[in-house]
């Protein structure tokens, strides 16, 4: 199977719009060894077809940057499905962005698929009574894709979408990671984790959530009161200590919020990172598994 990585950044992007900090300053300024990045959204397939996990809002940009994805008749896409692993804005807001009249197939929990539903703006992708089809994804139950490949959703700890918080109960099936097999390869896809005890072991190539380095990153840099914890991050310093027995060939972070140190090529965080046998993704970089 190929894997492309579209977007390797946290929501916001980085640099984000609003921020000053010196990671954003300096990838603007062009005086820090670090690389712009676009909002997590990986492309995955197999021969001809292809599969998005999450719709990132720069995914017009993102289809842009990768030929495969592209038309190959005056109205056509190879994208046969699009998979999310939660409701998150920074996970959805692309499918509004692919709207003109294209048919979807969107798989979804069926709590994640509720979401959606409650926004009026979702009619825009179903003028036509075909355009959006529903696929649903069962916690722990494998299921065909296209081609030889399949895909096992599983439940991650993690929080409801912050436009979701104070009206629907919380739901195992809010946040999940995705495990797509081919054959015997195995990619496990994980972009938002608040613990990672119920993470597969048994991956080829694993692309975890690397949000934050450290639980108190934004507090330390002045920029807001909350912790990784409180926002369902686990830190990248936890994961590479507690996944240091992992035998998985490829290790990648990836969801990298623009206040972690690792986006930083010649940091110490970054070098402890590679030393442990992680690497820290980048937009556009493609794996074969
Ligand atoms: C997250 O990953 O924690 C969310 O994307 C936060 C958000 O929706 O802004
Ligand atoms: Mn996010
Ligand atoms: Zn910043």
Known sequence: MRV???????????PQWNCGC???????????AARARTQDSVAVGD???????????????????FAPLQPRAPRDSPIRGILLTNGDLDHC????????????????????????ERNAMLQTLQRSRDQ????????????????????????????????????????????????IR?????LIYAPGAATID???????????????????????????ERRASDMAHFPVRESIAQLKAMNTRQKLFTHINNTNPIL???????????????RVGEDHLELTI
């Open 264 to 278: 930083v090529e010649d940091s110490p965080e970054r070098r402890a990172v590679e030393a442990a046998g992680w």
């Open 132 to 179: 959006l089809m529903w696929k649903t994804l069962i916690l722990d139950e494998e299921q065909p894709l296209a081609g030889e490949l399949l895909v096992t959703p599983f439940a991650l700890p993690g929080n409801v979408p912050l436009h979701l918080k104070a009206t629907v109960a919380p739901s195992l099936e809010d946040n999940i990671g995705l495990r």
């Open 198 to 224: 119920a993470l597969p072991r048994d991956a080829d190539c694993l692309l975890l959530d690397g949000t934050f380095w450290s639980d108190d990153e934004l507090i330390r840099l002045g920029l807001g």
């Open 22 to 32: 010196a990671n954003c300053r300096g990838v603007r300024a062009g005086t820090l």
């Open 47 to 65: 021969g001809g077809d292809w599969f998005l996990l999450n719709c990132s809002p720069e995914v017009r940009q993102q289809l842009e940057s």
């Open 4 to 14: 492309r990585l579209l977007g390797t950044a946290a929501g916001g992007g980085f």
């Open 93 to 116: 807001l692309g499918l509004f962005s692919l709207r003109e009249a294209q048919p979807l197939v969107v798989y979804t929990t069926p709590a994640v698929r509720a979401g959606l």
């Open 182 to 186: 081919h054959g015997e390869r195995r």
